[in-house]
């Protein structure tokens, strides 16, 4: 509405024009969106238990509780910077800049990938520290300390952020880990101003199994 009121009245609804169809075909339109919706409901349950499935096999896999056919060997227990390189993210200035998607897409934090995957806004074409396809972005200032995504392409990435590249070993097997445990990273990243500084990404204890049953 353009008037001053911004309120909606009972009489602005009663005034309200629709359009409908006879009841036959409000009826027939009405039980296939209540079947479209039932549909929804019972695939986000068959979601979320697969979701609690996967999680409780992460739990038994990563930690060597339960093993695949045939792998027995000892697990050693490493120091994640012996197979990573890290990246610190830097700060691009806001006239450096655009939403128009001229130059690097750039990543400012975890409001990017709140929903699991990446989308972001910013582009700039003065890049400062550009992850790769397959990085394990970690927040490492904020509230949100300790939060990662997966990286699907080349970014931009901001000072909040750091970039693991693993090296020597798989980047999925590191990357489930790494999810699995993010609330050790964030447990050290608690205090007055909660932050993940590099030693405690470099030295942090990883169990670590043969490359084949990392893979696998």
């Known amino acids: 509405s353009s008037r001053k009121d911004p309120n909606i009245t009972s009489q ?16 027939a339109i009405a039980a296939a969106l209540s079947d479209a919706d039932a549909l929804i409901s019972s695939l986000e349950k068959l ?22 056919p ?32 001229n130059g690097f897409p750039y990543i400012t934090g975890p409001a990017d990938f709140s929903s699991g995957t990446i989308q972001h ?39 909040q952020l750091m970039a693991v590249r693993v090296t020597d070993w798989n980047t999925s097997y590191i990357y489930y880990l790494l999810m699995q445990d993010e609330s050790v990273f964030g447990a050290v990243a608690t205090g007055l101003i909660p932050g993940l500084s590099r030693g405690d990404i470099l030295n942090k204890l ?3 199994p043969t490359e084949a049953e990392q893979t696998a």
């Not at 990573?84 to 830097?90: A, P, Q, R, T």
């Not at 990085?135 to 080349?154: C, E, N, P, R």
């Open 206 to 208: 990883i169990p670590l």
């Open 12 to 27: 602005d609804i009663r005034n309200f024009l629709i359009a409908y169809p006879k009841l036959p075909e409000q009826t």
């Open 121 to 159: 806004s910013k582009f700039t074409m003065k890049p400062t520290t550009i992850c790769r396809t397959n990085d394990i972005l970690v927040t490492v200032k904020g509230s949100s300390a300790g939060a990662m995504v997966l990286a699907d392409a080349k970014y931009s990435i901001s000072r």
């Open 47 to 68: 979601i979320a238990k697969k979701r609690n499935i996967k999680q409780g096999a992460m739990q038994e896999l990563l930690t060597g509780k339960k093993r695949l």
């Open 70 to 101: 045939g792998f027995n060997e000892e697990w050693e227990v490493r120091k994640l910077g012996d197979g990573i390189n890290l990246l610190s993210g830097h700060h691009v200035l806001a006239q450096y800049c655009n939403t128009e998607g």
